[in-house]
């Protein structure tokens, strides 16, 4: 079992930054990818960014390829997402996943608004 724990979400004006982090615990040993997703009302869930623990190779949706950045930081177990030049459109709740061999696992997910 991985427990992953959110935070970092908010109220943000369009074209400024908020950086998320996500702490996983448990069997982090068996952790091969760490992710972020985002689910506005009325969408499916998108992947946004993904990043392997033994590497970092990255992966990124085009809709934030440029703007958003994924980093982990193995000692702390935690995965980031630098999101800049937000846009109401981004809004939406974040959601940290990370991928053993065998299960995803998921965060509570956290708020994020874009808005004047």
């Known amino acids: 079992q991985v427990q992953l724990v959110e935070s970092g979400g908010g109220l943000v004006q369009p074209g400024g930054s908020l950086r998320l982090s996500c702490a996983a615990s448990g069997s982090i040993e068996s952790i091969r990818v760490m992710a972020w997703y985002r689910q506005a009302p009325g969408n499916q869930r998108e992947l946004l960014a993904d990043?392997?623990?033994?590497?970092?190779?990255?992966t990124y949706a085009d809709s934030v390829v440029g703007r958003f950045t994924i980093s982990r930081d193995n000692a702390k177990n935690t995965v980031y997402l630098q999101m800049d030049s937000l846009k109401p459109e981004d809004t939406a709740v974040y959601y940290c996943n990370v991928r053993t061999r065998f299960f995803y696992y998921w965060g509570q997910g956290t708020q994020v608004t874009v808005s004047p």
């Open positions: 990043i392997t623990i033994v590497g970092g190779t990255t």
